[in-house]
């Protein structure tokens, strides 16, 4: 339990967004052009993660959300897809877990439409359909992620990601 000192005010909580951008984007396509003579039915695999880190001790953070996108036909690579969306947010009057659920969360939620729009557009240059990835609820991943950290941390299951 915390205890203010006499005549402390405690910080405003802030969050807000400095700046948006496209960190690292790649796209493959090693099948080419015979993997566009195929029925396109493939097999998608989506990988998400999100990292943060400091960028000073003024309350500006950097957070990264990562996403690949692997097709497959068959057992043949269609395309491989990455981007890295990232965004400095200025953030005060958070701490501890609550500053680490800010910068889990409502920072991806705010950078995933961008990086959503970035995967589309360069699958459709590269001359494959549409790709519209679903909602994310990072909420929930952020759960997820605690509660297998605690597992782990008790000698439970290893962590997956």
């Known amino acids: 339990m915390a205890t203010e ?3 402390t005010q405690p910080q405003p909580q ?4 400095q700046r948006i951008y496209v960190k690292d984007l790649s796209f493959e396509s090693p099948s080419t052009p015979a993997v566009f003579r195929k029925q396109w039915q493939p097999k998608l695999n ?3 993660n ?3 880190n ?16 692997t097709a497959k036909l068959d057992e043949e690579t ?5 981007v890295q969306q990232a965004g400095i947010f200025f953030v005060r009057g958070f701490e501890g877990e609550d ?5 889990g969360t409502a920072a991806p939620n705010v950078l995933f439409p961008y990086a959503r729009e970035s995967l589309d557009s360069i699958c459709v240059k590269g001359a494959f359909p549409p790709i519209v990835l679903a909602p994310v609820n990072f909420d929930a ?20 990601h």
């Open 141 to 160: 991943v952020y759960q997820q992620a605690l509660l297998q950290a605690q597992a782990a941390a008790k000698g439970g299951a290893p962590a997956t």
């Open 78 to 82: 269609a395309f491989l897809v990455e």
């Open 5 to 7: 000192q006499a005549g």
């Open 14 to 17: 802030q969050f807000t967004v």
């Open 99 to 103: 500053l680490r659920r800010i910068l």
């Open 50 to 52: 999100t990292r943060s």
């Open 46 to 48: 989506v990988d998400l």
């Open 54 to 69: 400091t960028i000073d001790g003024d309350g500006n953070y950097e957070v990264v959300l990562s996403i690949t996108i």
